[in-house]
T-cell receptor, first 115, second 116 residues
Framework: DSGVTQTPKHLITATGQRVTLRCSPR?????VYWYQQSLDQGLQFLIQ???????AKGNILERFSAQQFPDLHSELNLSSLELGDSALYFC??????????????FGPGTRLTVL | AQKITQTQPGMFVQEKEAVTLDCTYD???????LFWYKQPSSGEMIFLIY??????QNATEGRYSLNFQKARKSANLVISASQLGDSAMYFC?????????????FGAGTRLFVKA
């Protein structure tokens, strides 16, 4: 158990809908990262927050947004869902988040299925 | 261009033997970090080992060691004394960037099968 929690574990929804994925980092970690893992794209970095502020951005679609709250938990919002958004979404956390040495610890993931 | 390349989609190893999973990377940054993660069939991503670009010695963590050859830009994972529980997907990753932001890039992974 990495100490990172994600809810829900599974999510099934329809195209065009909006969902929110939630993540709580390990105690003491200030950075939260979001990743998407799909069969065709592999593991893709979406976005990073550090202590409430956006720190780095990856291949995140405009239909997706994220935020980190004062208690350091984070939410990833996915809207206007398409079939291709079906994937495993991971949250990870690290103590800091501004160097190449940051080791990220992953949560169990949320499996999103868009029908 | 691929930043992280794992050329072995799948590998078999006999239980109790050692196995090497290959990883090559491409970066022009002098400072970067290299990571290996394990993803069992249950889906979670488990951190295994880290190597910094300035580290002089190869990293080791229990049965895992990282064979870091900087000039060749390779960071191979060596698992000694393989166990059945080592059967999983293994991902190599590189973290690079600058004060403007660091990103972690993952390879496509190698699926390891440990035979009894």
């Amino acid at each position: 158990d990495s100490g990172v929690t994600q809810t829900p574990k599974h999510l099934i929804t329809a195209t065009g809908q909006r969902v929110t994925l939630r993540c709580s980092p390990r105690s003491g970690d200030l950075s939260v990262y979001w990743y998407q893992q799909s069969l065709d794209q592999g593991l893709q970095f979406l976005i990073q927050y550090y202590n409430g502020e956006e720190r780095a951005k990856g291949n995140i679609l405009e239909r997706f947004s994220a935020q980190q709250f004062p208690d350091l938990h984070s939410e990833l919002n996915l809207s206007s869902l398409e079939l291709g958004d079906s994937a495993l979404y991971f949250c990870a956390s690290s103590p800091a988040g501004g160097s190449s040495t940051d080791t990220q610890y992953f949560g169990p993931g949320t499996r999103l299925t868009v029908l | 261009a691929q930043k992280i390349t794992q050329t072995q989609p799948g590998m078999f190893v006999q239980e109790k033997e050692a196995v090497t999973l290959d990883c090559t990377y491409d970066t022009s940054d002098p400072s970067y970090g290299l990571f290996w993660y394990k993803q069992p069939s249950s889906g979670e991503m488990i951190f295994l080992i880290y190597q910094g670009s300035y580290d002089q010695q190869n990293a080791t963590e229990g049965r895992y060691s990282l064979n870091f050859q900087k000039a060749r830009k390779s960071a191979n994972l060596v698992i000694s004394a393989s166990q059945l529980g080592d059967s999983a997907m293994y991902f190599c990753a590189m973290r690079e960037g600058s004060t403007g932001g660091f990103k972690t890039i993952f390879g496509a992974g190698t699926r390891l099968f440990v035979k009894a």
